[in-house]
T-cell receptor, first 114, second 115 residues
Framework: DVKVTQSSRYLVKRTGEKVFLECVQD?????MFWYRQDPGLGLRLIYF???????EKGDIPEGYSVSREKKERFSLILESASTNQTSMYLC?????????????FGQGTRLTVV | AQTVTQSQPEMSVQEAETVTLSCTYD???????LFWYKQPPSRQMILVIR??????QNATENRFSVNFQKAAKSFSLKISDSQLGDAAMYFC????????????FGAGTRLTVKP
């Protein structure tokens, strides 16, 4: 079974803190994604990575950065957390093979910025 | 970037009845993949069904089937014989064959199943 593991299920941080959300996958997938989920807005793509050290901006990259130093790990960084970044964050990974393009998700991190 | 639209924020169905969830998307690409994911209260996203754009035949997985209309850029999900366990958020997703295989989702439809 594919496993995508996010480091925390719940997180509470203070405004202005630097926040790291970690995601690890065990299936040697090339692609990894970070989404933000808000009611009524669905899943919005923040950043994705298609290879080690390679990244592309999604639809809402402002206020976020990412790091992928190893293939299995993809980190989302909030440089200076703000209350409008309170949300559910979902990490996903996926192969680039045509016959296996579905994405696999972690359990999500509910981040509250106070 | 491709966009995915789910126009039904909420839907309701009686147990054992059939319900259809709508999804449309916008793309200039000719080859891509479409998916429906289910997110129950546990928050874990579960793949329900997938469709490859170059295949004309609609995908089916047990009680779940899709109506894929490529020209209309429409991808609806039909759930037959609805069960209480089908209650969840349902998300439609588009994955590009190009653009480093990025993946976009719709806003979701919350499905309630009434006993």
């Amino acid at each position: 079974d594919v496993k995508v593991t996010q480091s925390s299920r719940y997180l509470v941080k203070r405004t202005g803190e630097k926040v790291f959300l970690e995601c690890v996958q065990d299936m040697d997938h090339e692609n990894m994604f970070w989404y933000r989920q808000d009611p009524g807005l669905g899943l919005r793509l923040i950043y994705f990575s298609y290879d080690v050290k390679m990244k592309e901006k999604g639809d809402i990259p402002e206020g976020y950065s990412v790091s992928r130093e190893k293939k299995e790990r993809f980190s989302l960084i909030l440089e200076s957390a703000s209350t409008n970044q309170t949300s559910m964050y979902l990490c996903a990974s996926g192969s680039r093979r045509r016959e296996a393009l579905e994405a696999f998700f972690g359990q999500g991190t509910r981040l509250t910025v106070v | 970037a491709q966009t995915v639209t789910q126009s039904q924020p909420e839907m309701s169905v009686q147990e054992a009845e059939t319900v259809t969830l709508s999804c449309t998307y916008d793309t200039s690409e000719s080859d891509y993949y479409l998916f429906w994911y289910k997110q129950p209260p546990s928050r874990q996203m579960i793949l329900v069904i997938r469709q490859e754009a170059y295949k004309q035949q609609n995908a089916t997985e047990n009680r779940f089937s899709v109506n894929f209309q490529k020209a209309a850029k429409s991808f609806s999900l039909k759930i037959s014989d609805s069960q209480l366990g089908d209650a969840a958020m349902y998300f439609c997703a588009y994955r590009s064959i190009y653009n480093n295989n990025d993946m976009r989702f719709g806003a979701g439809t919350r499905l309630t199943v009434k006993p």
